[in-house]
């Protein structure tokens, strides 16, 4: 990365990063793409729903009440039958990423409601949540990338109402190579995790829907404000990476420095002792000993 006149230059690839927030949008968030969108999400859905067009909503929408702050999508849809669909990308782990679903899908399903004093019945439309993250979830079975979530019956697990469908894309448990592709939703996924670093076309994906979305997404194919918002998207995405990484390895040594404290003062532990317990250097437990020594 090198900078010029104060402008940081981000090297980029030759195809568009779909997990950006610019990629995504531009790939699958405008009318003229939109078969690419319902193509994705027919392999979704596996036969249980086809989907045969979408008119795109507005990216936002009001709550149940004037205090309540506007939910905005990355991409939502709707077809002909009211389905509608909500799309959104997660690049990182966010405390709240399933309250947040629930809620984008409530306010859809309160839309629904009767204005003004027109008899309804409560029939609702069918709402679905596309939820694509690129980090690991804690909810579910370790290693699946795949995770359908519907309201059941406990005891029996049958579906209990299904207009309300929760699908989630665990995209780190995704670790196919291209030789081992074999379906289109598993092409589907290759894409989103790996265009941004691909310099041609796979053979595997050399069907006529991913050649589209491939010229779509070549970056020398964007106008010049175009690849300035792609590259600032980059540039935040690396940035935001970078943060949380620090935070990470932070939070990894305050924990173990919390253990070796606790083996010291507690439990009375050597260095030695304290060293191999908590899997740290020598030069680690002495630096805490010292420490709280000054403290005494």
């Given amino acids: 990365m090198a900078t010029m006149k104060n402008t940081v230059v981000v090297p ?17 968030g405008s009318e003229p793409h939109k078969e690419l969108l319902i193509a994705f999400l027919n392999e979704l859905f596996k036969g249980r729903k086809v989907i045969h067009d979408l008119v795109y909503n507005p990216q936002e929408n009001g709550g149940p009440a004037r205090h309540y702050r506007k939910a905005v999508f990355d991409v939502t849809c709707t077809e002909a039958d009211g389905s509608t669909f909500i799309i959104e990308v997660q690049r990182a782990s966010q405390k709240c990423f399933f309250d947040r679903a629930i809620f ?15 008899r309804w019945d409560f029939e609702l439309k069918e709402v679905y949540f596309i939820g694509l993250a690129d980090f690991n979830f804690n909810k579910f079975s370790a290693g699946k990338y795949l995770h359908r979530v519907r309201l059941v019956e406990e005891e029996t697990g049958h579906v209990y109402y299904n207009k309300l469908e929760f699908i989630f894309l665990e995209l780190p448990n995704f670790n196919l190579d291209a030789k081992e592709i074999k379906t289109d939703l598993e092409r589907w996924l290759y894409v989103l995790r790996n265009m941004g670093k691909l310099g041609k076309i796979p053979v595997i994906l050399r069907k006529k829907q991913f050649r589209k979305l491939f010229e779509i997404a070549e970056v020398a194919n964007l106008k010049a404000e175009e690849y300035m918002l792609y590259q600032k998207d980059v540039l935040d995405r690396w940035t935001e990476y970078s943060v949380l990484k620090t935070a990470e390895e932070k939070g990894v040594v305050e924990g173990k420095a919390e253990v070796v404290i606790n083996l010291i003062t507690k ?11 908590a899997d740290v250097s020598h030069d680690f437990v002495k630096k805490i000993r010292a420490s709280l020594k000054k403290k005494k």
């Fill in 12 to 28: 980029l690839g030759r195809y568009i990063d779909p997990l950006t927030d610019f990629g995504f949008k531009r790939i699958f």
């Fill in 267 to 277: 439990f009375g532990f050597t260095d030695e002792q304290a060293m191999n317990a």
């Fill in 104 to 118: 984008y899908t409530a306010s859809r399903l309160y839309e629904q409601g009767s204005k003004g004093n027109k």
